[in-house]
Nanobody, 115 residues
Framework: QVHLVESGGGLVQAGGSLRLSCTGS????????MAWYRQSPGKQREQVAILTSGGAPTYSDSVKGRFIISRDSAGNTVYLQMNSLKPEDTGVYYC?????????WGQGTQVTVSS
């Protein structure tokens, strides 16, 4: 069983920052492609960041330059540092691991950005 736990969400003012964390087994997080995506009412699911097992990150245009995805040195946590937050960043953020042809996701953490 793949077990991923997200944390770090909350209510912040526009322009503020949050760091989301996703913890799990190093056998999962350190050796697979990891991703963050978000879902908001009235919006299509959006992948915001992805990090390969080799450490190469990519970002959606909507968050590029503001968000950073990374792993810790132990390889059991993946982070999403979110800076210069905007109200449109509001949503439930999910952490996922791509394992072969399959993907496993956590339960999500709510991020709300007020104006």
């Amino acid at each position: 069983q793949v077990h991923l736990v997200e944390s770090g969400g909350g209510l912040v003012q526009a322009g503020g920052s949050l760091r989301l964390s996703c913890t799990g087994s190093r056998r999962i997080i350190n050796f697979n492609t990891m991703a963050w995506y978000r879902q908001s009412p009235g919006k299509q699911r959006e992948q915001v960041a992805i990090l390969t097992s080799g450490g190469a990150p990519t970002y959606s245009d909507s968050v590029k330059g503001r968000f950073i995805i990374s792993r810790d040195s132990a390889g059991n946590t993946v982070y999403l540092q979110m800076n210069s937050l905007k109200p449109e960043d509001t949503g439930v953020y999910y952490c996922g691991a791509r394992i072969g042809a399959n993907a496993s996701w956590g339960q999500g953490t709510q991020v709300t950005v007020s104006s």
